[in-house]
């Protein structure tokens, strides 16, 4: 720096502004007041530059006051300065060069994280899970299908088809759905009902408790399309998918909010995320239950790929849900046949079929149905 | 006694938004911890350009101190967020009860978090090298913003002016420059008229407008709304957010210009029409934003689907055969949310932010500044170890 340089001076301990003349003498930056006066001499080496605004450069130096700031000013000035100063460049690189590895390691340990929960998630929602006391549970699912009736059904709630526990329908329900669960070691006992309804589900509820919609039941062709469902829905009871999914969903809501910094969780942004992940978790548990109803159909005789049969008459995968598939909570109907046909054709031969011809057509007719011959459709 | 002395604002709108956009895309590739460093350098760009008497404020904060602070925060809400899970599987009652309970204690919370991110803020402002500060005690301040809003809910918003006074002298009178304690020298009565007026003008409005459209079925209890009754209750309700925007620029100016350093003397004058002003340009430059991007996206799915506009016309079926991948589709869906979540805060801080800022500043002077020549410096206050709260909370600006 040949020649002085003209700057303000703040010495950190009064509020005070010297206009000083900056020069730069053997390693060290002297200050000096128009007076010629002098206000300090900073060393090179301790000499740093805060952030400021366009042509403008701050100078602090340690050893200083915290607050003892050098500033110059215009774009000719700080350029000499800089030129003069190269102590000033390195200084700001490192500390680049510090925050970007700070930022970079945060990345990956996110990045772990999200990885970790991804493939932890359903292992560790299990064992959960399997911590979460039975009763609790069942109350859990009471509550839902109290809130579900009262989403769904009018006032009343559910009208059950056939409110006679000791029919022939209902006991062959019955005893399907223990014989499907037999062994599983699951604490429920199941409560299999079918109610009326003009939406074509089933769907089981934490607890053990499982509804079949009239609409669905009309729709099945051959007993191993109504068994095939309910014992996937008796799959998702045995393996506490209900209360699995719960806790996971919760998980992935807090990973998200964690994300994005909104712990709120009230973002738009956390609620198509938050999809995206719980979809996934939800197909895998999807296919579990396929399995499930797989290896209940080694014990009796029907096809458990009735179930995809019945599932793609109710609503074939169409061109946009190929599209969506990431967004969707099960898994294409195509695949899904395409995973229970190999396992049908393993099954040992000889069983006794799910039900007898009086109970099927018992079950056929329980919700009000003319005549079990004649397809409604 | 000398002439007040105006604040000026330096910064462009084209400067802060090239540092918005090229912080929105770094924000992709770390998971959104960027927004740490972005927060910084937006702070680093509104201080530097204040500039009082010569002299601009210094930002003296960093992201590491931010990123600090969120961690902390988040082990307040780890457990709350684990009550709310445990609450979600309860009967609705006690649902209803405990989200209500959770509800109130978040309230709560961001009374405190409001004042531990301004103490943040003002520890790391620096003016002719001498540090701001904030004491008093945040707990103290939670508690009075809480039971004030309480009075305030319970005399239908007629209690708000009690309020604001009270809780603007606790922040101003627990402020610090240097070793100079600031003070409020504002009351209630200050913000009275404006207030009252504008909740009279309001309420004579919204009985107006809700009578005068219900009554030509603007509000039908089954079936379609007329065009007449829902176009005077839109105007009622525009009407009605011109009076906030009125009764804000009122309470800006006189709060602010109760603010007194020593002998040193704030004056702050905001305009309505300017307030207005900003929220017209943000509507405009939103629609603007979203008219490009619209036609941005249009562009791009004609050279994806090309095939769905053959001829002129749109076909769905060619076009949903051409979504066959998933996972194209989805990157669709996401980059296209992004790019409208983005422009969305993007316009939200130029014109919204960076304009309410500007016009605070520009519409600042103070006078009796030279008192503050001997103002001293104090000890270190580097025990705030970021925003804590502030930052899960999403309270505050700038």
Known sequence: MSGSIAARFHDGLVAQVHAVALMHEAGTLVIRAGDGAELGRWATADLFAVHGRKDELRLGANGQPTGARVVVKGREDVARVLATLPVLGQKRRQQTGREIRIAVTATVALAAVIVAYLYGVPLLAGRITGLVPPEWERNLGETVARQMEASLGDDSGFEVCDSNPDSLANRAIARFGAAALEGSGSPFELDIRVVKSEIPNAFALPGGQVFFFSALLEQAETQDEFAGVLAHEVGHVAYRHGMEQLISTAGTGALIGFILGDMTGISVAAGLGATIIDARFSRDAERQADAFAAHVAERMDFNPAGLADLINRVGADDEFARALALLSTHPLTDDRKAALDPLSQQRPTGLEPPFTTAEWNAIRSMCGMPDPKTKSK | ?398
Request: net charge positive; hydrophobic share 50%; charged share 15%.
């Open chain 2, 1 to 398: 006694m000398e002439r007040p002395v105006a604040v000026v604002f330096t910064g462009t709108r084209r400067e802060l938004g090239f540092m918005l956009l090229r912080g929105y895309v770094l924000l992709i590739p770390s998971i959104g911890l960027y927004r740490f460093w972005l927060t910084t350098w937006k702070r680093r760009f509104y201080w530097a350009n204040t500039e009082i008497d010569g002299d601009p404020l210094e930002y003296t904060g960093n992201a590491i101190q931010l990123l600090l602070g969120f961690l902390m925060a988040l082990a307040v809400f780890v457990p709350l967020y684990g009550l709310f899970f445990y609450l979600s599987t309860q009967s609705s009652e006690a649902a209803i009860i405990g989200y209500s309970a959770v509800a109130v204690l978040v309230w709560f919370l961001m009374g405190y978090a409001i004042y531990r991110a301004r103490d943040f803020r003002l520890s790391r402002t620096l003016w002719r090298g001498i540090r701001c500060d904030q004491g008093g005690n945040a707990w103290n301040y939670a508690v009075r913003r809480f039971f004030w809003s309480l009075l305030v809910l319970a005399t239908a918003g007629l209690a708000y002016p009690f309020m604001a006074a009270n809780l603007w002298s606790y922040r101003y009178r627990h402020s610090w420059y240097g070793d100079r304690q600031f003070g409020f020298v504002g009351s209630w009565k200050l913000l009275a008229r404006p207030f009252y007026g504008t909740y009279l003008a309001m309420a004579v409005i919204g009985a107006v407008g809700l009578g005068i459209g219900s009554a030509m079925g603007g509000l039908p209890v089954s079936g379609v709304p007329t065009v007449g009754g829902a176009v005077v209750m839109v105007i009622a309700a525009a009407l009605m957010g011109l009076l906030v925007l009125y009764y804000q620029s009122r309470e800006i100016s006189r709060m602010f210009s109760a603010v007194r350093l020593g002998q040193a003397a704030l004056t702050v004058t905001v305009r309505a029409r300017s307030l207005v002003g900003q929220y017209v340009l943000f509507g405009l430059a939103l629609a603007g934003s979203y008219v490009v991007l619209a036609a941005g996206g249009l562009i791009v799915l004609g050279s994806v689907a090309s095939g769905a506009f053959a001829g002129g016309g749109f076909d769905p079926q060619v076009f949903r055969q051409s979504l066959q991948g998933s996972f194209s589709v989805l990157l669709a869906i996401v980059f296209g949310y992004l790019l409208l979540l983005g422009a969305f805060s993007l316009m939200v801080e130029l014109f919204l932010g960076l304009g309410f800022w500007k016009l605070v500043a520009q519409g600042a002077s103070i006078a009796g500044l030279d008192s503050l020549r001997d103002v001293k410096a104090r000890g270190e206050d580097t025990r705030l170890g970021g925003e804590g709260l502030a930052d899960a909370l999403n309270v505050g600006a700038y």
